[in-house]
């Protein structure tokens, strides 16, 4: 097995031999940000996709858990789990063949939203769960990021901290979501868009996976917007939840980018409070 100890443990490694022996490494899908190893293998005369985790990794077990209890409503839409260890936080799916919508033409399409936002609805109409406490546990997750550190501007820090403090307790509608619904997740084939990247799913209010499009995409382009939900047949935004929301992203973002050095991200993310705040 050609990608051994740089980036995958004793254990993944020995898992992978035994799971796909004599397979060799297409190509390194790896962004380099945070320590998932995602690798395209050949094994045979078919492609597949390694994602590995280092010990800090916790993407693999919401990977995990979506292709388990998930994605049924994607069959053909999203790839396959061939082989799993949880402990080793190590998985293998078939490789999903297509283009990436980001940077692609089929990106500034609305065909492609349409068709975003029908498979959307079919993974938030699937059973979900009422959580009490999601409203109080997501204030205080934005002050901890604001507590931590960052470089919004002590001024906006300020508003971002009133408007966050009178946030109302309260139960929430929590429905599977994918956590990172934008076109870098999205593959394109023969015109037909499907998914990939289940690394951030997990029970949430649906409109959470509106806020990457609202932000980039859907900006200047309302006819995306349109298409996007006349594709999930309805607006799941409540006005007061969505203005929450959007504002928790931007904080996040702002401080998560900032915390691993990405600037260009760092910089939307700033924009991102800058609108949600005057929004």
């Given at each position: 097995m050609p990608p051994?100890?740089?980036?995958l443990?004793?254990?993944q490694?020995?898992?992978?031999d035994?799971?796909?022996?004599g397979?060799v490494t297409?190509?390194?899908h790896?962004w380099g940000?945070?320590g ?8 045979g ?6 994602k590995?985790?280092?010990?800090a990794?916790?993407h693999?077990?919401?990977e995990?858990?979506?292709h388990?209890?998930w994605?049924?409503?994607w ?5 396959e789990?061939?082989h ?15 283009t990436?919508?980001e ?5 500034a ?5 349409r068709?975003a936002?029908?498979?959307?609805a ?10 009490p406490?999601?409203e ?6 934005a ?5 931590g550190?960052?470089r ?7 508003r971002l901290r ?6 109302p307790?309260?139960?929430?509608s929590?429905?599977p ?7 870098r ?7 037909v ?8 799913a997990?029970l949430?209010p649906a409109?959470?996976d509106?806020?990457?499009l ?6 200047g382009?309302?006819d995306?917007?349109a298409?996007?939900?006349d594709?999930y047949?309805?607006?799941?935004r409540?006005?007061?939840a969505w203005?929450?929301e959007?504002l928790r992203?931007?904080i996040?973002?702002?401080?998560w980018a900032?915390?691993v050095?990405?600037e ?8 991102m409070v800058?609108?949600?705040?005057d929004?």
């Amino acid at each position: 097995m050609p990608p051994t100890s740089r980036t995958l443990s004793a254990r993944q490694t020995a898992l992978l031999d035994a799971w796909l022996p004599g397979a060799v490494t297409v190509r390194d899908h790896s962004w380099g940000v945070v320590g998932t190893t995602v690798l395209q293998l050949r094994h045979g005369d078919r492609d597949v996709i390694v994602k590995a985790g280092d010990d800090a990794d916790t993407h693999l077990t919401r990977e995990l858990r979506a292709h388990r209890e998930w994605l049924a409503p994607w069959r053909g839409s999203a790839p396959e789990l061939l082989h799993a260890d949880d402990d080793a936080k190590l998985l293998v799916t078939r490789y999903l063949p297509g283009t990436l919508v980001e940077d692609h033409p089929a990106e500034a399409d609305p065909e492609t939203y349409r068709q975003a936002g029908r498979l959307l609805a079919d993974l938030h109409d699937q059973p979900g769960a009422t959580d009490p406490g999601y409203e109080t546990r997501m204030r205080a997750r934005a002050v901890r990021h604001l507590d931590g550190p960052h470089r919004i501007d002590p001024a906006t820090e300020e508003r971002l901290r009133a408007e966050v403090t009178s946030w109302p307790d309260g139960p929430a509608s929590l429905v599977p979501t994918h956590g990172d619904w934008q076109p870098r997740n999205w593959l394109v084939h023969d015109g037909v868009v499907a998914v990939i990247d289940f690394g951030r799913a997990d029970l949430r209010p649906a409109h959470t996976d509106l806020c990457r499009l609202a932000v980039q995409q859907f900006r200047g382009r309302p006819d995306l917007e349109a298409a996007f939900l006349d594709g999930y047949g309805r607006d799941p935004r409540d006005p007061a939840a969505w203005r929450r929301e959007l504002l928790r992203e931007a904080i996040s973002t702002a401080v998560w980018a900032y915390g691993v050095g990405d600037e260009a991200f760092e910089r939307q993310g700033h924009r991102m409070v800058v609108e949600a705040l005057d929004g």
